[in-house]
C-alpha cells in the first residue's frame, strides 16, 4: 500500500537559518507529490507539488521540493527561514487509484528568534 | 475568489447526540473530498464526490457517518450518533476535475474541530 513517511515530528530552526524537511514515500509509479503548510487557526495551504519533468519544483513563500526517485524522497527546503514559516508542514502523495491523497503525519516548525 | 469554505469551525457535542459538518467548495469545482486528522495523526481520507455522486468512501470509518452533496454543490457530513473517538479536525477540499488530467489540484477549508464529550 502506499505511505508517505515524515520522520520529523518537530523541527526547532532558528530565524535566518536554512530548512529541509523529509518526506518518504512508498510508491511503484511516478508519483505526484505534494506539500501543503497549516498554520495555526487556517487550513491547509498548498505550497508546491510535483507531477513531472524537472525533479527540482519551486512553489510559494520560498520554498522548494527536489523529488529524488533512487531515495524515495521529495524533501522540503528553504534557505532562510522567517518567523511567519512556524507551522506544520505535511507531504502527501496522490493515491494511484484515485485522487485522494495519502498524508505523512507532519512535522511541526518551530522558528527561535 | 472565496476559498473553501466550512461551517462551524468548532463544535463540541456529547457521546449519542448528532453533529452536521457543512463544506461549501470553491465554485464551478466538480470534485468535494472529506478528509479527518484524528488526535495528532495523520490526516486520512474519508470519501470524494464527483458533482452529487459518490465517487470513492473507502475511507468512510462505519456507518454512522453519512455525506451527502445534493445538487452537486455544497456537502454536508452527518455523525449519528457521535462517539468519542470521532473527535478530531475534519477537512473538506475541492478541485476543479478537469476532464482528462492526469491529476487535480485539491484546495482545502480550515476545517471543523469536533470534540465529543
Known amino acids: 500500500a502506499q505511505s508517505v513517511t515524515q520522520p520529523d515530528i518537530h523541527i526547532t530552526v532558528s530565524e535566518g537559518a536554512s530548512l529541509e524537511l523529509r518526506c518518504n514515500y512508498s510508491?511503484?509509479?511516478?508519483?505526484?507529490l505534494f506539500w501543503y503548510v497549516q498554520s495555526p487557526g487556517q487550513g491547509l495551504q498548498l505550497l508546491l507539488k510535483?507531477?513531472?519533468?524537472?525533479?527540482l519544483v519551486q512553489g510559494i513563500k520560498g520554498f522548494e521540493a527536489e523529488f529524488k526517485r533512487s531515495q524515495s524522497s521529495f524533501n522540503l527546503r528553504k534557505p532562510s527561514v522567517h518567523w511567519s514559516d512556524a507551522a506544520e508542514y505535511f507531504c502527501?502523495?496522490?493515491?494511484?487509484?484515485?485522487?485522494?491523497?495519502?498524508f505523512g503525519s507532519g512535522t511541526r516548525l518551530l522558528v527561535r528568534p | 475568489e472565496a476559498g473553501v469554505t466550512q461551517f462551524p469551525s468548532h463544535s463540541v457535542i456529547e457521546k449519542g447526540q448528532t453533529v452536521t459538518l457543512r463544506c461549501d467548495p470553491i465554485?464551478?469545482?466538480?470534485?468535494l473530498y472529506w478528509y479527518r486528522r484524528v488526535m495528532g495523526k495523520e490526516i486520512k481520507f474519508l470519501l470524494h464526490?464527483?458533482?452529487?455522486?459518490?465517487?470513492?468512501e473507502s475511507g468512510m470509518p462505519n456507518n454512522r457517518f453519512l455525506a451527502e452533496r445534493t445538487g452537486g454543490t455544497y456537502s454536508t457530513l452527518k455523525v449519528q450518533p457521535a462517539e468519542l473517538e470521532d473527535s478530531g479536525v475534519y477537512f473538506c477540499?475541492?478541485?476543479?476535475?478537469?476532464?482528462?488530467?492526469?491529476?487535480?489540484?485539491?484546495?482545502f477549508g480550515p476545517g471543523t474541530r469536533l470534540t465529543v464529550l
Open positions: 477540499a475541492s478541485s476543479l476535475g478537469l476532464a482528462g488530467v492526469v491529476t487535480d489540484t485539491q484546495y
Open positions: 510508491y511503484g509509479a511516478t508519483p505526484y
Open positions: 510535483y507531477f513531472s519533468g524537472d525533479t
Open positions: 502527501a502523495v496522490e493515491s494511484d487509484s484515485s485522487y485522494k491523497l495519502i
Open positions: 465554485s464551478g469545482h466538480d470534485n
Open positions: 464526490f464527483v458533482k452529487e455522486s459518490k465517487q470513492d
